[in-house]
């Protein structure tokens, strides 16, 4: 095993979605408030809330939110999984006061290395798509997990492969790079240790017996004596994340940069999952009105016209329906939301098929015109077995399959009709002059849609109209032009 | 990856690459009338290009001209898209003419805008072989705009427009005026690219066993 830790220290405030320069999130036992994470180049971490305060007054704070810092995490998992199946993640709360949480994702990298061509191309892929997922960070590699973790923290980046090599590195570090409980680390400093190979260079058993044997177990995970078994993250069945904004947005055009990277961990998550989805949901929250009523969500249902993962695909159609979609409220925060998934089919061609990309740039055309257009607009016609004009036809979804070719009802015995159907029928003031072709079309009593027409072919001014008296009322109506 | 460079010969054969002493080769598909193919550079309607038809009424047999063609790509397997036509079109008679319904594209659009940013999608796009429009007014700018969708899809676009706008200037390959006859139509070529103009009675069966 090869583990790639990532400690991402603005965890915390990364999780929040989009923040200024100046927010912080804060940390708080009891009266105690600290700043955890955000505007680091003006406050150290750990600094005290009530001193944050007097010295700049324009900070804001914002609380910890445990649940948007395990979806967040849950998204650069799915991310990470492209790099190993094996994957760890910890949000670890420090005991002491003007504690940091830890955020630390592991990915075993170990069995990947060969698909990515060795070592090397693998971190500088990593790295690349790292710096793309909008969080900071540093990584370590280490065969343990333990050992990963230190170097990351440190950001000692250069790979460490082999745990024989372990002590060697991990000698000449202070006592401090190990994440021990204060009171060990204050123990071990009053018996005059400083780095990481002295305390190595002791026994076990005494070490065991003062410091408890989870103390001992840890440097044995750490050098990788004993094995380390954690439950392995699993991604969950559904998807379901939030945004929150930085201010709110009045323009749909401004959240297309948010729902940008939404849709790219969406994609990530697709495809980790090895999956596609057809229809998933987005939710706008308007936050409160200025009466400090809450407003009601804007909830868009979007469909594809067939399963998909790309993410660029996704924005697109979340574009082209936003673009034509007027804000009620300004927006505050988003949600993004899939529950059904369905594999997309794989582009397995026929060897000899020219029109192997075809269908895929046909769904995508037939999606973007539905977001833009609606599905009412963009339809594909259809037969029915009846012989009434206006029964016979109907419109499809684009997106239905087809229906099969014995469904279709026969024509053969059917007189031409034109091409044109005035629908609903359009009454005539007068007669038409010049009629043929008669054809008399009755019944439907059984669905209470019952008629009584005397179809015939008629002339006005070189255009052929299909015209048709109503037996009952004796009045004429146009149904069809000849076309 | 970058794409192997073009023989001379694939240059030549390209349509916006004219040589003095010849016409550039027409892509084009047959239209189904012989008589009309015959007097169509390319022996029909041009591919990734603009056509124009300009049917002096409605109902005089315009789609009967270009029916055939319709049937006949939606049969090998092509698609169609239909964009804002006038009326619906009724499947029955389609179906009838031919042509296969699942390949068919019906798009109708609320507004004229959505419809022109529909035709330019679709002809960009090119996965439809063919599309049939009834824009409404259209100026210089989207005609170029549809022209060079058509060229970039590889797509065949005939546009059916009022008879008033055939004596406006057009960047269209192929512009037709069309006159009804006695059992059939009679086409105006009065512009193509790559050919002459002419005219030509065809003779519309569909229409001769009604009339």
Same mark, same amino acid.
């Given at each position: 095993m090869?583990?790639?830790?990532?400690?991402?220290?603005?965890?915390?405030?990364?999780?929040?979605?989009e923040?200024g320069p100046?927010?912080?999130v804060?940390?708080?036992?009891?009266a105690?408030r600290?700043?955890?994470a955000?505007?680091?180049?003006?406050?150290?971490?750990g600094?005290?809330? $009530?001193t944050?305060q007097?010295?700049?007054?324009?900070?804001?704070?914002a609380?910890r939110?445990?649940?948007a810092?395990?979806?967040?995490?849950?998204?650069?998992?799915?991310?990470a999984?492209r790099?190993g199946?094996e994957?760890?993640?910890?949000?670890?709360?420090?005991?002491?006061d003007? $504690?940091l949480?830890?955020? *630390?994702?592991?990915?075993? #990298?170990?069995?990947?290395?060969?698909?990515?061509?060795?070592?090397?191309a693998?971190?500088a892929?990593?790295?690349?798509g790292f710096?793309?997922?909008?969080h900071?960070?540093?990584?370590g590699?280490?065969?343990?997990?333990?050992a990963?973790?230190?170097l990351?923290?440190l950001?000692?980046?250069?790979? #460490?492969?082999?745990?024989?090599?372990?002590?060697?590195?991990?000698?000449?570090?202070?006592?401090?790079?190990?994440?021990?409980a204060?009171k060990?680390?204050?123990?071990?400093?009053?018996?005059?240790?400083?780095?990481?190979?002295e305390?190595?260079?002791l026994?076990?058993?005494?070490?065991?017996?003062?410091?408890?044997p989870?103390f001992?177990?840890?440097?044995?995970?750490?050098l990788?004596?004993?094995p380390?078994?954690?439950p392995?993250?699993?991604?969950?069945?559904?998807?379901?994340r939030?945004?929150?904004?930085l201010?709110?947005?009045?323009?749909s055009?401004? *959240?297309?940069?948010?729902l940008?990277?939404?849709?790219?961990?969406?994609?990530?998550?697709?495809?980790?999952?090895?999956?596609?989805?057809?229809?998933?949901?987005?939710?706008?929250?308007?936050?409160?009105a200025?009466?400090g009523?809450?407003?009601?969500?804007? /909830?868009?249902?979007?469909?594809?016209?067939?399963?998909?993962r790309?993410?660029?695909?996704?924005?697109?159609?979340?574009r082209?329906?936003?673009g034509?979609?007027?804000l009620?409220a300004? /927006?505050?925060? *988003?949600?993004?939301?899939?529950?059904q998934?369905?594999?997309?089919?794989?582009g397995?061609?026929?060897l000899?098929?020219?029109?192997? $990309?075809?269908?895929?740039a046909?769904?995508?055309? /037939?999606e973007?015109l539905?977001?833009?257009?609606?599905?009412?607009?963009?339809?594909?016609?259809?037969?029915?077995?009846?012989?009434?004009?206006?029964?016979?036809?109907?419109?499809?979804?684009?997106?239905?399959?087809?229906?099969?070719?014995?469904?279709a009802?026969?024509l053969?015995?059917?007189?031409?009709r034109p091409?044109w159907?005035?629908d609903?029928?359009?009454?005539?003031?007068?007669?038409p002059?010049?009629?043929?072709g008669?054809?008399?079309?009755?019944?439907?009593w059984?669905?209470?849609?019952?008629?009584q027409?005397?179809?015939?072919?008629s002339?006005?001014?070189g255009? $052929?109209?299909?015209?048709y008296?109503?037996?009952?009322?004796?009045?004429?109506?146009l149904?069809?032009?000849?076309? | 990856?970058?794409?192997?460079?073009?023989?001379?010969?694939?240059?030549?054969s390209?349509?916006?690459?004219w040589?003095?002493?010849?016409?550039?080769r027409?892509?084009?598909?047959?239209?189904?009338?012989?008589?009309?193919?015959?007097?169509?550079?390319?022996?029909?309607w041009?591919v990734?290009?603009?056509?124009?038809?300009f049917?002096?009424?409605?109902?005089?047999?315009?789609?009967?001209?270009?029916?055939?063609?319709?049937?006949?790509?939606?049969?090998?397997?092509?698609?169609?898209?239909?964009?804002?036509?006038?009326h619906?079109?009724f499947?029955?008679?389609?179906?009838?003419s031919?042509?296969?319904?699942?390949?068919?594209?019906l798009?109708?659009?609320?507004?004229?805008?959505?419809?022109l940013?529909?035709?330019e999608?679709?002809?960009?796009a090119?996965?439809?072989?063919?599309?049939l429009?009834?824009?409404g007014r259209l100026?210089?700018?989207?005609?170029?705009?549809?022209?060079?969708?058509?060229?970039?899809?590889?797509?065949?676009a005939?546009?059916?427009?009022?008879?008033?706008?055939?004596a406006?200037?057009?960047?269209?390959?192929?512009?037709?005026?069309?006159?009804?006859?006695p059992g059939g139509?009679?086409?105006d070529?009065?512009k193509?690219?790559?050919?002459?103009p002419?005219?030509?009675?065809?003779?519309?069966p569909?229409l001769?066993?009604?009339?």
């Amino acid at each position: 095993m090869l583990w790639l830790c990532l400690h991402l220290p603005q965890f915390a405030i990364e999780a929040l979605g989009e923040q200024g320069p100046d927010h912080v999130v804060t940390g708080r036992r009891g009266a105690r408030r600290w700043v955890i994470a955000g505007a680091v180049d003006r406050i150290a971490p750990g600094t005290d809330w $009530g001193t944050v305060q007097t010295l700049h007054p324009d900070i804001r704070a914002a609380e910890r939110r445990p649940r948007a810092e395990r979806e967040a995490m849950a998204a650069l998992a799915a991310w990470a999984y492209r790099y190993g199946s094996e994957l760890v993640w910890e949000i670890t709360e420090s005991e002491l006061d003007y $504690g940091l949480p830890c955020a *630390l994702l592991w990915v075993d #990298i170990g069995s990947s290395l060969k698909l990515f061509g060795g070592l090397d191309a693998l971190l500088a892929d990593f790295d690349a798509g790292f710096a793309d997922s909008g969080h900071v960070g540093q990584r370590g590699v280490a065969p343990t997990l333990e050992a990963a973790a230190v170097l990351a923290r440190l950001g000692l980046s250069r790979p #460490i492969c082999d745990v024989t090599e372990l002590p060697a590195v991990l000698d000449s570090l202070p006592l401090a790079a190990l994440p021990l409980a204060p009171k060990v680390q204050d123990a071990l400093k009053a018996v005059g240790l400083s780095t990481v190979g002295e305390l190595l260079a002791l026994p076990a058993a005494p070490l065991a017996k003062r410091h408890g044997p989870a103390f001992t177990l840890y440097l044995d995970r750490l050098l990788g004596r004993r094995p380390d078994v954690r439950p392995r993250y699993r991604l969950p069945p559904k998807y379901q994340r939030r945004f929150d904004l930085l201010g709110e947005v009045e323009h749909s055009e401004g *959240l297309l940069f948010p729902l940008q990277r939404m849709t790219r961990e969406l994609g990530h998550f697709l495809k980790a999952r090895d999956t596609g989805l057809q229809a998933f949901r987005l939710t706008l929250n308007h936050g409160r009105a200025s009466g400090g009523k809450p407003q009601p969500d804007t /909830v868009l249902d979007l469909r594809l016209a067939s399963p998909a993962r790309d993410a660029e695909r996704l924005l697109r159609v979340l574009r082209e329906r936003l673009g034509r979609l007027p804000l009620p409220a300004p /927006v505050r925060s *988003l949600k993004l939301a899939a529950e059904q998934f369905i594999e997309p089919p794989t582009g397995q061609g026929d060897l000899f098929d020219s029109h192997a $990309g075809d269908d895929e740039a046909w769904g995508q055309l /037939v999606e973007k015109l539905i977001a833009r257009l609606g599905a009412d607009a963009v339809t594909a016609l259809g037969l029915i077995a009846d012989h009434r004009p206006e029964r016979s036809w109907r419109l499809r979804a684009c997106d239905a399959p087809p229906p099969s070719p014995s469904a279709a009802p026969s024509l053969a015995e059917l007189p031409p009709r034109p091409i044109w159907l005035i629908d609903p029928p359009k009454p005539l003031p007068t007669a038409p002059a010049r009629i043929a072709g008669f054809e008399r079309l009755e019944g439907g009593w059984w669905d209470g849609d019952d008629i009584q027409r005397d179809y015939y072919r008629s002339e006005v001014q070189g255009s $052929g109209l299909w015209v048709y008296r109503d037996r009952r009322s004796e009045a004429w109506f146009l149904h069809g032009v000849w076309a | 990856m970058t794409a192997p460079a073009p023989t001379l010969s694939e240059v030549l054969s390209r349509p916006d690459v004219w040589r003095g002493s010849s016409f550039a080769r027409i892509t084009a598909e047959p239209s189904g009338h012989a008589e009309l193919d015959r007097k169509l550079p390319g022996g029909g309607w041009p591919v990734g290009a603009l056509t124009e038809l300009f049917p002096e009424a409605q109902g005089i047999g315009e789609m009967q001209l270009v029916l055939p063609w319709i049937a006949r790509l939606t049969q090998a397997g092509g698609r169609v898209a239909m964009v804002d036509p006038p009326h619906l079109p009724f499947a029955p008679a389609l179906a009838q003419s031919g042509v296969v319904l699942s390949r068919l594209l019906l798009v109708r659009p609320q507004s004229e805008d959505g419809g022109l940013w529909a035709t330019e999608q679709i002809l960009r796009a090119g996965p439809c072989g063919a599309v049939l429009a009834w824009p409404g007014r259209l100026g210089q700018v989207e005609l170029k705009r549809f022209q060079l969708a058509a060229e970039a899809g590889k797509t065949t676009a005939l546009m059916f427009r009022e008879p008033a706008a055939a004596a406006e200037f057009s960047p269209a390959a192929l512009r037709l005026k069309l006159a009804a006859r006695p059992g059939g139509l009679r086409v105006d070529i009065f512009k193509c690219r790559g050919g002459t103009p002419a005219a030509v009675d065809v003779l519309l069966p569909a229409l001769a066993a009604n009339g």
